[in-house]
């Protein structure tokens, strides 16, 4: 009997393909926003995933992301340095600076001083030149993304002049970043240069990355930190998850995308119970021939289960699959550079389609169950 | 089982009475009908429409409950049985003629006319083999491969009847069989459910109000106001 309902669902090809492209519709939408949802976000965090040395960031009590941050003295170095179980700690400095292009545009850039000897809080790779570039003289190395923000297309950034804080920086080298959640340009250069690119004050380092010792446990360095230097210290995961619930808490974005997930349930469930009661009703003869002749309700339940598994299979893969697609076609595109669909999110996807098929599916059922055999001789 | 008898009762009902509520009011189609129908025997239920004809034969094959009374089906009371026992009754003891053929458009004649014997749980190609060989001889073997909507009327009657016979029932049901046909084609659909429907151990009963064929039946039940008026091998002089 199942081969007959995939032939009665199949055979009415309008029906079929208008069941398919709900269904893959509602899976592209539902898929694709919380892709576009979740890559975003991520970027609340790129700060950390762009210094993967960093086994724990440290930092006034105050600060919250690393784009929220309040400086601490120079002396904090050294005390975090003199922590039982830290391998290393270096300066970072984070820092916002207004930068003023040879053609005479302002624009507004995040400043990324690095430590000057190691080079740690580079990001892992370059795109061009190497981090041993920045031992020149007022070296800035620039992240790909702001590349399209600070100069035409097509325009070489490489040894292009910019002014910062009435001091000058050459670009010589371009690193391969995560963008940050705003897509703002990041520059990168040695912690002692950054100094002087961002406008004087008394406190000026941001954060000081720390590697631990070999047979250490991250959470009891943690501990120790905060105990001896009286700061704020967090493990890289902590902290690239504080960065993360900072743009929930406090964007519109969670709603936004929800309400968009939500509206292609709601199509997916108004086009596929739209065209799943049609061909219900299109075939509620046949299905009542079928009762008369002998069928159970439980065979019919199997027939109408049978079809709404074939559509929402089929559907579902050609969702997921026009997903991948986008991502993939967008991906040189710097606007989703880094974007990649989490296994957990087409689980979900499939969850909504499940729930879509089930709910049109009953009501389908219900008007076949209801349908007395008797009706076929009126 | 009771084994085939040319002449047995096929069905027995017994103060069949059927009720269906029309708002506040209820309204009695059938008023306590007794009748008996054999085996090896073409019967005719005629009647105006509104008669209770259809509900009369919906009630005899097992498809709406009677409000009072009781049907035996080769002595088989089957509204006692539960409902998934009368499915399967049905299945294994009744075969359907529908006024409007009721064929499932996407699959072939043969696949059609097979689906008593796939819903018993017979595997699609011996099922279609079967099928197939009854619309041989019907004389559609030859459309066996096509679809209904490629078939004229008379060609889907064709496969409607290898449907309701595909399974070997021991009652055959149809509903206003020549309706959708014109005279010759009518003709000849009644003349070959005569030739393959009735034979000993089966009983075929036929709703109709088609004048062209009364001559082809055995016996004729009029049901007028939901009474039967008439019990005979001819119809009654005044209708």
Known sequence: MLWIAIRMLTGDAMKFYGLLFGIAFSTLLITQQLTIYYSLIERGASGVYNAPEAEIWVMDPVSRTTEVNYAMPATALDAVRSVEGVEWAVPHLRAPASVRTSTGDLEGVTIVGVDDATLIGLPERMLVASKDILAQPDTVVIDDTGITNMFEDGQDPIGERLELNDQRAVIRGVADSIPSFTSQVTLYTKYSQALNYVPGSRNRLTFVLVGISDGEQLADVVDRIEAQTGLKAETRDDFAQAGVQFIIENTGIPTNFGITVLLGFIVGVAIVGLTFSLFIRDNIKQFGALKAIGVTNWSIVKMVTAQAALVGSIGYALGVVGTVLFIYGFSGVPTFKGFFIPWEIPLVSLGAVIIILAMTGWLGLRSVMRTEPAAVFR | ?239
Not at chain 2, 135 to 162: F, T, Y
Not at chain 2, 214 to 224: G, K, Q, T
Request: contains cysteine; glycine residues 8%.
């Open chain 2, 1 to 239: 089982m009771t084994s085939p008898d040319a002449t047995e009762t096929a069905i027995c009902a017994r103060g069949i009475t059927r009720d269906f509520k029309a708002g506040q009011s209820v309204i009695r189609v059938l008023h306590g009908i007794d009748t008996d129908i054999r085996s090896g025997e073409m019967t005719y239920v005629v009647g105006e429409s509104g008669s209770g004809k259809t509900t009369l034969i919906s009630i005899m094959c097992g498809i709406l409950w009677p409000t009072d009374g009781e049907v035996k089906v080769f002595g088989t009371d089957i509204y006692s049985l539960s409902d998934t026992e009368l499915v399967n009754f049905r299945l294994q003891n009744i075969g359907f003629i529908f006024q409007q053929y009721n064929l499932i458009p996407s699959i072939d004649a043969a696949s059609n006319a097979a689906v008593p014997l796939i819903a018993q749980g017979m595997p699609l190609e011996p099922a279609r083999a079967k099928a197939t060989e009854l619309l041989e001889k019907l004389n559609i073997g030859d459309q066996a491969n096509k679809l209904p909507n490629q078939l004229s009327g008379g060609q889907q009657q064709r496969v409607a009847i290898a449907r309701a016979l595909v399974h070997e029932p021991r009652l055959v049901v149809c509903d206003e069989p020549t309706a959708a046909l014109d005279a010759n084609s009518g003709r000849r659909v009644m003349d070959l459910l005569r030739e393959v429907a009735v034979a000993p151990g089966r009983a075929c009963i036929i709703v109709t109000h088609d004048n062209r064929i009364f001559d082809l039946a055995d016996r004729i039940l009029v049901l007028e106001d939901g009474r039967i008026t008439h019990d005979g091998t001819d119809m009654p002089d005044d209708h």
